[in-house]
């Protein structure tokens, strides 16, 4: 074949076998079967809490903490300690007295709410690897805190300000002491 230009040009070629028929057009997906379950008895909300609960739902039930887990305070109160007057007794006692401060601690925690080590043992503690109590008793102030549903201004990272020298610990035993005084006294606690 030539064309306009006297240029040849060759046919199109042939299909060898059948010619393709074009596919029918795609059919919509049939519904899905209908659900079991029934549908809440609620319009769908957008992300906005509900405002209370749908009609025929019991209200939920009063928490109640989980088995073994002791309730929030249920032993005596603490002492508030004056800060000054502990930092004055653990420096004339040549830190005696912070050994006594540590079981007496230990021992108010473990006998109010029913955690932590106790007087002995947190004792023990103190006397074997004593930078082992700068963590856990701002740990267990802050848990018994929480159990009692206050917020808490120390918890074990509190530990950290051993690290600064000389001035570390007692901005520990400023920060510890003060917020055992402020939860034993909102507790009831004189002192």
Do not use: C
């Not at 420096?91 to 080590?117: N, Q």
């Amino acid at each position: 074949m030539t064309d306009s230009s006297g240029s040849w040009n060759p046919p199109p070629p042939q299909p060898s076998g059948p010619v393709p028929q074009p596919s029918p057009a795609p059919q919509p997906a049939p519904a899905p079967p209908a659900s079991p379950y029934p549908t809440a008895p609620f319009p769908q909300q957008s992300f906005a809490p509900h405002p209370g609960y749908p009609p025929g739902y019991p209200p939920a039930p009063a928490y109640q903490p989980p088995a073994g887990y002791p309730a929030a305070a249920r032993g005596p109160l603490g002492r508030p300690r004056g800060i000054g007057v502990s930092i004055l007794l653990a420096i004339v006692t040549l830190g005696i007295y912070t050994y006594v401060w540590t079981w007496k601690t230990h021992d108010e925690i473990k006998r109010h709410a029913g955690l932590g080590v106790g007087g002995p043992l947190g004792f023990v503690i103190y006397f074997v690897v004593s930078p082992v109590t700068y963590f856990l008793l701002p740990s267990e102030v802050g848990q018994m805190l929480a159990r009692a549903g206050h917020t808490s201004r120390v918890s074990g990272i509190t530990g950290l300000w051993i690290l600064l020298p000389l001035l570390g610990p007692l901005v520990w035993f400023v920060k510890v002491q003060g917020q055992l005084n402020d939860y034993w006294r909102s507790q009831g606690a004189t002192g």
